[in-house]
């Protein structure tokens, strides 16, 4: 059995043990719903492409401030299998 040392330590005298906190993501689709919204005259970016990027970036800002044991993200990034490289450079800053 494999344990991390921080879900070890977390046994405290006369206490039940802590559970792992986990936060778990899947299925963003980064690239779909391009066909509704506008471009931002700003970033050049679709404002629906914005909005799944915020939306991701409040998850993790929120898995790091509370320290979460484990941020499992399950898969289904992209809406297809070759998506462009601004949507893998935006998933790949989260991370």
């Known amino acids: 059995m494999i344990r991390s040392r921080r879900i070890s330590n977390c046994f405290h005298a006369n206490q039940r043990p802590m ?22 005259p700003v970033t050049g970016l679709n404002i629906r492409f914005e909005d799944f990027v915020e939306a991701l970036s409040k998850v993790v800002d929120h898995a790091i401030e509370h320290k979460v044991d484990v941020f499992l993200f399950s898969g289904d990034a992209y809406r297809n299998a070759s998506p462009e490289p601004v949507y893998q450079k935006m998933f790949a800053r989260q991370l």
Do not use: C, K, T, W
């Not at 559970?19 to 299925?27: K, T, W, Y």
């Open 19 to 40: 559970a792992p906190s986990l936060v778990h993501v899947s299925d963003i689709h980064f690239g779909s719903g391009e066909s509704h919204g506008r471009v931002n």
